[in-house]
């Protein structure tokens, strides 16, 4: 055991100071944070100045009640958002209108217009005419402020006081409440807790293919260069493999706890919220299951390829695998009590992402962490003895790799 | 002692070692001789534990060998290569701890090797970053600084120059004289006659001649003699009672029949040609495993 040891503390130590570990402790929590807050400081941008909309009203009704309805948005300074500007006064011929308003759109003059069509006495139509470019226009505010000014319109043609006016025309909102069967709390952020179980599924893939690939490209140089032989000379293979087990789950181990604390760090500085921890420890729990589990089969495959570009191919399979499951969550998430959760729930290689997925969005059935768990921890059981059977046999045979019959006999050899 | 009786090895219905028995014992050479696949690489592995017999014994000072032999045990495989992007001393010491040396003890041994070897600046570069004959040296520390009782060598001198060979030959006889057991595979016959006592010859996992090399070179036999000449050496070639001849530009190799004494030989020829040198010699090893290696081909 003490052999094992020592190779725990060489593969340890000669691979923390590699570049391909570095790179991925620091670049993956660095593209995280880079898809998590770019879409929000995009967004900012775009809000932080006072946009200029023009308005074309064929009615002449809208204009002086959509300038009330849009004050209230505001931007830095106290500056308003929305700056309406009546197109339809200079001119009367409505395509002219249209050519020149369209004209100030796509050069840039304003950002876009508000064209409102009254077709008879009590139908309107509106859209609002954009550059092809701003797919992502947020039409909410102009929306609401147009339907406040078109049902105070009607309402007062029907003659009713403007308190009632207000009162009726009032919006309310539908509040998303879900409720928590345990402490009859509630629990929101919905949206947040979701994509923050992606990226800790994220986080478990990229850390199992940087190390999974590691530990592949180390088996296969000192399967090239005979190494092997005279490792297997001075330890047996189970000590070897324990020892490379031991040295990479440490390696996993500093990952994680640096994750963590670049995690921390930004709940400090308010980048994410506080919940993002709330489930740290069963989290982890899963984060570590599955990382021996998946190492145990790029043991069993390391064993067994004899060159780099083998080693490549079948890195690529097993990427698939782990990207399975996120694809297979995204259903999970509309639908968790279903038969289909509870399936991948029982399937070891869906057990770590579907778990730490089902525990960010709800609570989950104390039976159903039990199951996992020990199917976990048999799987994992089963793969290692496997792969410890591989691996002593597969180590030393080069050349062409072993067909599917002969894996399974090197499985039932003594 | 090492002592390995009747070690047999399939690999599925491939026979790689085919009932072979031998002993070194210690403070002596013995040489695994054979051309490649007869069956080398897979006895030194048997004898190392690393796979397991079909069949037969190998006993080490009259224990089967098991994982508590991992530590006396020095082996240099045939085909080189270390950890490339490591340290020379890391590596060193690596291999040194998984020998159960301690980390100061093994510290200590490998600045001494690394100074006899002479690289004993390259000690915190790169493994990448030495030459190829270095590097060689760097792992023949490996296999030999815990001070191994028994020293296995899969082609020690390939990768070596001339000078470095010498160096490692040195070296070699200095372990004899410390009396371990060293067994030597290689296909440098030349290098196998000057070290081994005695050897071992495989040819397709089965043992074609073993034993003393004196005994060998005795029982193999032959007359042979060697010429030395200036002028056209064709002449040799024709002479009837000559065996077999090997006839390089200024001198021949000849196997004479055996009722022939070589100074009627050399009676016989100094008038057809002129004769620089004469002698009387022994049959060379690289000759007798040509020779055997051939014979058993053609029976088997």
Known sequence: MKKALIVAKWEFLEKVKTKTFIISLILTPAIIIAFAVTPAILTNQQNSSTQAIGIVDTSGLFFHSLNNALAKYKVQNEQPKYLLINLAGKEKKLPKIIRTADAYTLTGKIEGYLLITSGGTDSVEAEFRHKSSDITYDLNALDDAFNEARINLALSKEGMSHQRMKIISSIVDIKNVEIDKEDGGVKSQFLVLFFTSFIYI???????????????????????????????????????????????SSLGIIQVLIWTFIGLVLVVLNVIPAQVFSNIIAILIYFALGFIFYTSIFVGIGSIVTTEQEAQQITSYLSLILVLPIVLTIPAIENQGSVFVQILSYIPFTIPSIMILRFNIGNVPVIDIITSSVIMIISTYLFVTIAAKIFRIGVLSYGKRPSFKELISWIKEE | MLLVENLTKLFKDVTAVDNISFKISPGKIFGLLGPNGAGKTTTIRTVLNIIKPTSGKILFDDKSITHEFFNIIGYLPEERGLYKKSKVIDVILYFAELKKMSKKK????????????????????????????????????????????????????????PINQQLVKEMLLGFVNSGKVIMLSTHQMETAEKLCTDILLLNEGK??????????????????????????????NSLPYIIHIDNYSNYAEIQLEDKLQPYEFLRDIVDKIKVTHFSVIEPTLNKIFIDVIKQSAKQG
């Not at chain 2, 030999?144 to 028994?150: K, T």
């Open chain 2, 207 to 236: 043992e074609v001649c073993s034993g003393s090399l004196s005994q060998i070179k005795k029982d193999f036999g032959g007359n042979h003699v060697k010429v030395e000449y200036q002028g056209n050496g064709s002449i040799l």
């Open chain 2, 106 to 161: 093994a510290e200590e041994e490998a600045v001494l090797w690394l100074r006899k070897l002479g690289i004993v600046d390259y000690k915190s570069k790169k493994i990448e970053e030495l030459s190829k004959g270095n590097q060689q040296k760097v792992q023949f520390i490996t296999a030999v600084i815990h001070n191994p009782r028994l020293l296995i060598l899969d082609e020690p001198f390939s990768g070596f120059d």
């Open chain 1, 202 to 248: 994220i986080l478990l893939m990229m850390m199992i293919l940087s190390s999974g690939g590691m530990l592949i490209r180390s088996l296969v140089e000192e399967k090239s260069n005979r190494l092997i032989e005279i490792l297997v000379s001075s330890c047996s293979p189970d000590e070897l493999l324990t020892g490379k087990v031991i040295g990479l």
